[in-house]
């Protein structure tokens, strides 16, 4: 019988990806400890959360909460849940989740990272997931709309600040999830760049309660894309939202075919985008923890000082050429079209895709077909 349940929240972009492919990737070594996660990959947790607040992002998820609850309840010591869309939940949203098993007593853990490398690390995810905003539009609209430290973010805050915030407004999310934890909140503070990989691991392990020794490591990554590849990402976001294309829009091609791998992959020689660590991400770090650093009934794994904001090794976006440009769309261009090739190879044995063109628009309006091409080969295969 299940006697605690972890709720691992996230925010986004804080090691979420790598904690969960290490719990999922040693899930029989975690069983041996008394540790039950449900589902058969992380998908399964964060389909489930969206099942039980009411929002599907055009997957289907109905019924994926109550069996996410069923198999938790017929677990035997503690299960584990993590997802990293219940971080910017509201409180009544995060009731609503707790709620749903009963009374088995839950702890929730939260994982912090340096807001400098959380705000480059989310633009990406931001490129990924169709947005158009250049990283100095997205940098200024978070830097002019900063939350209080009671976590109210400023009336009139652009789109990119509101998103940015739902995932990194601190005070709100510490308040929301310790109302609700029932079994005690803990804070797992990221390490800084060059700390060993496991220095996370263990971090969380010690915050969960599992004995990470011995444990495999994951072979899931989660790329970034190198300073061309995010122009290219940002153009093609840009010339898509002109022709009217949806957010829906061929979605599986354009950020796990393209984005996250055919662009990420062929092109992850070249230099990324830089951020320096300027003095309003440590005022704001500040102003956002003051209140939590003297909590005496939050647990803490991690120093705060691993919290201070860190520069960002990079090139300014304002430093890419338009040949990388071109040749990272190049790239990109050609593996994807590998990758469709390998996926529906009868389809498109005799499909002849149009060479790469000596500019980036007409190149950008050359992925477009490409990727629409695909997306209606997975259609009729489906």
């Excluded at 990806?17 to 996660?37: A, D, W």
């Excluded at 250049?134 to 509101?162: M, T």
């Excluded at 300027?278 to 691993?306: H, I, P, Q, Y």
């Amino acid at each position: 019988m299940v006697d605690r349940l972890v709720l691992h929240v996230g925010p986004l972009k804080t090691g979420t990806t790598y904690l969960q492919s290490q719990l999922f990737t040693n899930r029989t070594v975690l069983e041996q400890q008394g540790f039950h996660l449900p589902g058969l990959v992380p998908g399964d947790h964060h389909f489930a959360v969206l099942d039980r607040i009411g929002l599907s992002q055009g997957f289907e998820v109905a019924k994926r909460w109550d069996a996410l609850v069923s198999e938790v309840r017929a677990s035997d010591g503690t299960a584990i849940v993590t997802a990293e869309r219940l971080a910017c939940l509201t409180a009544k949203r995060a009731e609503q989740v707790v709620s749903g098993f009963g009374d088995i007593p839950v702890s929730v853990v939260v994982t912090l990272r340096d807001l400098n490398r959380t705000t480059m690390s989310l633009w990406q995810e931001s490129l990924q997931n169709r947005n158009t905003w250049s990283w100095p539009d997205y940098l200024e609209a978070i830097r002019a709309f900063q939350p209080d430290a009671a976590g109210v973010v400023p009336e009139g805050a652009p789109l990119p600040a509101k998103r940015f915030w739902a995932q990194w407004n601190l005070p709100r999310i510490l308040r929301v999830w310790r109302n609700v934890a029932t079994d005690g909140l803990s804070l797992v503070i990221l390490p800084p760049p060059g700390a060993p990989r496991e220095t996370l691991r263990d971090r969380f392990a010690a915050a969960v309660g599992y004995d990470p020794t011995g444990m495999g490591e994951p072979p899931v990554s989660n790329p970034s894309l190198t300073a061309p590849a995010s122009e290219v990402a940002l153009r093609l976001n840009r010339a898509a939202a002109n022709l009217g294309k949806g957010q829906r829009w061929a979605r599986r091609v354009r950020k796990a075919e393209f984005t996250r791998r055919a662009l990420a992959d062929s092109t992850a020689d070249f230099p990324r985008v830089g951020a320096a660590a300027e003095e309003w991400c440590s005022e704001a770090t500040e102003r956002l923890l003051k209140r939590w650093r003297m909590a005496d009934d939050v647990r803490r794994f991690g120093e705060w000082e691993d919290l201070t904001p860190v520069a960002v090794r990079g090139v300014a976006s304002s430093e890419v050429t338009e040949d990388e440009v071109l040749e990272a769309g190049r790239r990109g261009y050609l593996a994807l079209d590998e990758r469709m090739r390998l996926r529906h190879p009868d389809a498109t044995a005799d499909l002849v895709t149009a060479p790469w063109p000596e500019d980036v628009d007409r190149g950008i309006d050359a992925l477009i077909e490409l990727i629409a091409t695909f997306d209606r080969l997975d259609q009729a295969s489906a």
